[in-house]
């Protein structure tokens, strides 16, 4: 029993969250709302804030951004009251760990990405496209320790110059969608010094070349906020190279089956390579690739059961670059505020977690009888937060008469006002339904047939709506085509020697792109999409009446006429039922 409390009051010690960095920063600072719109992402993904974009917010808008952030914050800082002052105090001051991060992402120019623009930021040089003119300079960015280049023993030589390997991976390409570049991102342990983590990076670059015999670019990055986020981008081209150049693709990274498998492999590579140099350091950490599942599950089948009862923890949400970016600028952020209940969450499951093992018996001896035949779920809390949003958000059931109140808002607002066919059917329906719901109040049939009416009035809606969205669709098309051509004409006259030629491409792609927008438009409104358009508008008050009339003849009123002719079979074949000509 004392073992096992002493180790639970050291995982809760281990566990409990730190002091969020921006706690002590300015009040008003910390409640500003930064909108979408106020950050500016750079090429490659990093993002900075506008502070001509930063106004002070409404307090209600801090209301909602800011749920009880004050009191989670609070109880995130408190010590649990198992631990003492001075576990509280080494909870504070703890030294991080190493920690494991390696992810692998494509530089695609489907996603309007440059491999010489990711080159020049993550190598902070400059570097010049000569096909497009455009010149990125990141020799101004911060935190570049040094940059390493590693191909193939029979590469040639410009291999190792970032400017011409990566102009020459960009004209090796042909497709507008193509991806140019290959990203390794990995974490670097701060344990190791300079020296250290250039011999662990260039390990990890050799082993990758030796696999895929492409050209990589590694550039070490180290925090220039202060922490211990050392890390390194390796950036790789997507074709292996050979004495003659740039080859052939690594189709084994781009399938689904394979592609994985080697991501596996790389993943693993990466965690083998850092705990051997950390084991040449002498220190103990060590990382690991594997899911805080299956690392769990692995400890508990070789004993460690209490490591495997702290492994069994919720994983915290990623940040993202923009919600990191909000974060170090003291905004909070929704994210935030869910990893704030998520760590208080895994202090409180984990401390119960251990407490039910060591009430599990009495004597170690029996304990470990007990445990021999158990697993890992029979000690594990649930977590509620997770059960409960588990599947995502459940669709909130309507009610027949919420299912009635939006049928009315549609027909009435949406529908009656812009439908020229004849729809008498459904207009006794809506002048009858609030009578109708009154009177089959407790027939459970009746909340599915309003469903099913309101669904194809939804429909109709839409059907109705789509005409004047072209017709609107076309016109912003024609409008944005008009400046963009004033822009370039203007741009032609202030620069006629075409001294601004990135400006004068820019301005005629962005043209040329308006020019497929108006000509997309306009094909909307030729004469057989809209006689289309106007096929689906009559299906669509035929699908209404049709069901209507099932409504009149299923819930019949007490001295209200219905429709007694036989109503017809559903069919899944819509287009054969044509509108009513004239009233039922």
Known sequence: MDRHSTNAERVVKLMVPKKRKYEGGNEQKKRQIWSKSALMHCPCGTTRAKSKSLKKPKRKERKQLLPKRKKLKERCVAEPETTTKQQQKTTTEATPVAIYHARVKTISRSKKHSALAAAAYRAGMLIVDHRTGERHDYRHKRGVVETICVAPKNAPAWSAQPQQLWAAAEAAERRKDAAVAREFEVALPHELDANQRH?????????????????????????????????????????????????????????????????????????????????????????????????????????????????????????????????????????????????????????????????????????????????????????????????????????????????????????????????????????????????????????????????????????????????????????????????????????????????????????THLGDCVRVAGQRLSPERVRADNDAIEIGAAEVELWSRHVLNRFPIEGIAHDNNEEPKESGVVLAFRPPSGPA
């Open 199 to 511: 011999a662990l990076v260039k390990d990890i670059a050799s082993a990758l070349v030796r696999r895929y015999s492409f050209a990589v670019q590694a550039s070490i990055h180290k925090p220039t906020q202060g922490g211990v986020n050392h890390h390194v981008h390796i950036l790789a081209t997507t074709r292996r190279i050979a004495a003659d150049g740039l080859t052939e693709k690594t189709r084994e990274l781009d399938g689904k089956i394979s592609g994985s498998e080697e991501v596996s492999w790389a993943r693993e590579m990466i965690a083998d390579t850092i705990n051997e140099h950390l084991i040449r350091a002498g220190v103990e950490e060590r990382v690991d690739h594997r899911t805080l599942e299956a690392q769990a599950q692995a400890a508990w089948e070789r004993g460690d059961h209490e490591e495997a009862l702290v492994l069994a923890r919720r994983p915290q949400r990623t940040l993202g670059k923009n919600a990191a970016a909000l974060e170090r600028k003291g905004v909070a952020t929704e994210i935030g505020n869910d990893n704030i209940k998520i760590e208080l969450n895994n202090v409180e499951r984990t401390t119960k977690a251990l407490a039910k093992l060591a009430q599990a018996s009495a004597s170690p001896e029996e304990l470990a009888d007990d445990i021999a035949g158990s697993t890992l779920e029979d000690f594990v809390v649930p977590d509620a937060d997770a059960i409960s949003n588990r599947g995502g958000e459940k669709e909130q059931k309507l009610t027949a008469e919420e299912a009635w109140s939006q049928a009315q808002e549609v027909w009435n607002q949406h529908i009656l006002p812009k439908i020229s066919v004849p729809m008498e059917r459904t207009k006794r329906v809506m002048a009858e339904m609030a009578e109708r719901v009154r009177v089959y109040l407790h027939d459970n049939a009746l909340p599915a047939a309003v469903k099913e009416l309101l669904r194809r009035l939804e429909v109709l809606k839409r059907r109705i709506e789509t005409p004047q969205k072209n017709r609107q669709s076309h016109q912003r098309a024609l409008d944005l085509a008009r400046r963009a051509q004033w822009a370039l004409e203007r741009t032609n006259r202030v620069n006629p020697t075409g001294r601004d030629i990135v400006a004068r491409v820019r301005r005629e792609k962005w043209l």
